[in-house]
T-cell receptor
């Protein structure tokens, strides 16, 4: 079985500061891991994904994440926050390459202060 | 062109009514999903079809019935609506497995049951 835990339901940073959103996973099989972003009243947009290739994954909008098997983590980072980054962020794991079933974390709201 | 579209975007109805939500994707994908996002923004898989065949059927009330007339469409019918069905319902479609594994989400349908 798979599960995802996102530490911190709310994260607040100043504009220009480092963004760090934490995600830990549990999976009985080699996982595929994803970060999605949801802007208010919109659907989910894929930021980046890990599918067993390079452990450091670069995504859109300057975000990146590092898969660390020893720590069962897949934390999302961005060196410098922009006001436009304010949104809800979801980490997800898929342990089934057949069905692609995604198990989501509870989400982290990112607030960016001017 | 919208990749994954849902209709309607908003749905307000009374308890006990029956309603349907429609989803269409023009990406040529074989697999489609329904997810439910509750008031705390938690996302949970409900159903999935692969080329018109049901492959995921999570523990949801049998008042919910998905139907896939062809691989580009996945509809969700809900009978005898209850207050607890109020949520945002997202449709998604999936591009393959392996390194290309990605789900594309629709804009969501906000269902409010009064």
């Amino acid at each position: 079985a798979q599960s995802v835990t996102q530490l911190g339901s709310h994260v607040s940073v100043s504009e220009g500061a480092l963004v760090l959103l934490r995600c830990n996973y549990s999976s009985s099989v080699p996982p595929y891991l994803f970060w999605y972003v949801q802007y208010p009243n919109q659907g989910l947009q894929l930021l980046l994904k890990y599918t067993s290739a390079a452990t450091l994954v670069k995504g859109i909008n300057g975000f990146e994440a590092e898969f660390k098997k020893s720590e069962t983590s897949f934390h999302l980072t961005k060196p410098s926050a922009h006001m436009s980054d304010a949104a809800e962020y979801f980490c997800a794991v898929s342990g089934s390459s057949n069905t692609g079933k995604l198990i989501f974390g509870q989400g982290t709201t990112l607030q960016v202060k001017p | 062109d919208t990749a994954v579209s849902q209709t309607p975007k908003y749905l307000v109805t009374q308890m006990g009514n029956d309603k349907s939500i429609k989803c269409e994707q023009n990406l040529g994908h074989d697999t489609m999903y329904w997810y439910k996002q509750d008031s705390k923004k938690f996302l949970k898989i409900m159903f999935s079809y692969n080329n018109k065949e049901l492959i995921i059927n999570e523990t949801v009330p049998n008042r919910f019935s998905p139907k896939s007339p062809d691989k580009a469409h996945l509809n969700l019918h809900i009978n005898s609506l209850e207050l607890g069905d109020s949520a945002v319902y997202f449709c998604a479609s999936r591009l393959g497995g392996g390194s290309t594994d990605t789900q594309y989400f629709g804009p969501g349908t906000r269902l409010t049951v009064l």
